[in-house]
């Protein structure tokens, strides 16, 4: 595809579901990012991976988070356990290398009722 | 970490007037900052960046100033329209270059 995508576009879960969010980043991106944003709030970084190197998990706000990327294609970010205040939009960005612009997904809406 | 404060939070001017952004961040290893535009409801977009190598950088309406003696950078955008009005944001990677820190944003009205 021409840009970054992600599914689903909205999702609604209950209290203690498991949720997974999925990325397609750009073709041939190495670099690719997870963000999420809480309502009129700023972007909060969450992991960060290159190619096949190790990933900067130093963002995920608990052990309930967790992410996955297979070599340069695709990734998932799974919640465990979901509660209220992971009620956010999440964010994937992808970029040709470090340093260089990050393009943005459209994002997932999370609500955990 | 890196820590990146932006300011002010909320910016209203008349069309045709400037708009100043200022971020300050804590990492001196930073070397790279770019600016997002996100309009209600969309995703963030590029819509300038800088180098630690250059101190300013022009792109049409938009500027961007970086001290890194005193470890800030600044948004201007000259000529405002109805159509700047958005949430800005300022970034910063961290010390690893793995990690883009955002601040805050600010809420920019531009009314005609």
């Known amino acids: 595809g021409a840009g970054v995508s992600q599914s689903p576009s909205n999702k609604v879960t209950e209290k203690g579901k498991d949720v997974e969010l999925r990325c397609d980043p750009i073709s041939g991106h190495t670099a690719l990012y997870w963000y999420r944003q809480r309502l009129g709030q700023g972007l909060e970084f969450l992991i960060y991976f290159q190619g096949n190197s190790a990933p900067d998990k130093s963002g995920l706000p608990s052990d309930r988070f967790s992410a996955e990327r297979t070599g340069e294609s695709v990734s998932t970010l799974t919640i465990q356990r979901t509660q209220q205040e992971d009620s956010a939009v999440y964010l994937c960005?992808?970029?040709?290398?470090?340093?260089?612009?990050?393009?943005f997904g459209p994002g997932t809406r999370l609500t955990v009722l | 970490g890196e820590n990146v404060e932006q300011h002010p939070s909320t910016l209203s001017v008349q069309e045709g007037d400037s708009a100043v952004i200022k971020c300050t961040y804590s990492d001196s290893a930073s070397n790279y900052f770019p600016w997002y535009k996100q309009e209600l409801g969309k995703r963030p977009q590029l819509i300038i960046d800088i180098r630690s190598n250059v101190g300013e950088k022009k792109d049409q309406r938009i500027a961007v100033t970086l001290n890194k003696t005193a470890k800030h950078f600044s948004l201007h955008i000259t000529e405002t329209q109805p159509e700047d009005s958005a949430v800005y944001f300022c970034a910063a990677y961290n010390q690893a270059g793995t990690a883009l820190i955002f601040g805050k944003g600010t809420t920019l009205s531009v009314s005609s």
């Open positions: 960005a992808s970029s040709s290398s470090r340093y260089n612009e990050q393009f």
